[in-house]
T-cell receptor
Framework: NAGVTQTPKFQVLKTGQSMTLQCAQD?????MYWYRQDPGMGLRLIYY???????DKGEVPNGYNVSRLNKREFSLRLESAAPSQTSVYFC????????????FGPGTRLTVT | RKEVEQDPGPFNVPEGATVAFNCTYS??????FFWYRQDCRKEPKLLMS???SGNEDGRFTAQLNRASQYISLLIRDSKLSDSATYLC????????????FGSGTRLSIRP
């Protein structure tokens, strides 16, 4: 039982490049989330998916897109990376409607130069 | 004013000491409250929920003061392994977008 996995762990992009962050969970959770964490700031919700087939914007969705591929997988795409998207990205999942008692993945450290 | 505010620290205390953190929140209608622990360069992990009546888990005690809109975390007999950042989390509504994370309080326990 791996919990929540994320790939890649680290990534360096040039401004304007695109990439997809992958997240998968094996706990049969309905809800999945993408957060970003910047120094001196709390985690901020980018997008979430309350159930398979649905996605909703969080606090900071601009510059990102998501896909809930199936119940297990929730990906985050940066179409044209910007330096302001340099951050640590965490995926989370939970059985209920909120991630508060759920699980976070190990994070992806993204640097955009 | 930030929706959830924490003293960033760092708090640097000797092993065995008692240390307490507070976290204030702006929305009086907030519904539920949590403390998370985050080790350096790791993901956050749920430490404990905060109930209206207060709750205790071993050396950790969490309390809620709705009148003054803050929650607190008390750590007794601190261990070196308690060194981490403690995140306050407040659920201010009925959707995931209403869950607000504080920026964390850094705790360092010295031998």
């Amino acid at each position: 039982n791996a919990g929540v996995t994320q790939t890649p762990k680290f990534q360096v992009l040039k401004t304007g490049q695109s990439m997809t962050l992958q997240c998968a969970q094996d706990m049969n959770h309905n809800s999945m989330y993408w957060y970003r964490q910047d120094p001196g700031m709390g985690l901020r919700l980018i997008y979430y998916s309350a159930s398979e087939g649905t996605t909703d914007k969080g606090e900071v969705p601009n510059g990102y897109n998501v896909s809930r591929l199936n119940k297990r997988e929730f990906s985050l795409r940066l179409e044209s990376a910007a330096p302001s998207q340099t951050s640590v990205y965490f995926c989370a999942s939970s059985g209920g409607g909120v991630p508060l008692q759920g699980y976070f993945g190990p994070g992806t450290r993204l640097t955009v130069t | 004013r930030k929706e959830v505010e924490q003293d960033p620290g760092p708090f640097n205390v000797p092993e065995g000491a008692t240390v307490a953190f507070n976290c204030t929140y702006s929305n009086s209608a907030s519904q539920s409250f949590f403390w998370y622990r985050q080790d350096c360069r790791k993901e956050p992990k749920l430490l404990m929920s905060v109930y209206s009546s207060g709750n205790e888990d071993g050396r950790f005690t969490a309390q809620l003061n709705r009148a003054s809109q803050y929650i607190s975390l008390l750590i007794r007999d601190s261990k070196l392994s308690d060194s981490a950042t403690y995140l306050c989390v407040v659920n201010m509504g009925s959707s995931a977008s209403k869950i607000i994370f504080g920026s964390g309080t850094r705790l360092s326990i010295r031998p």
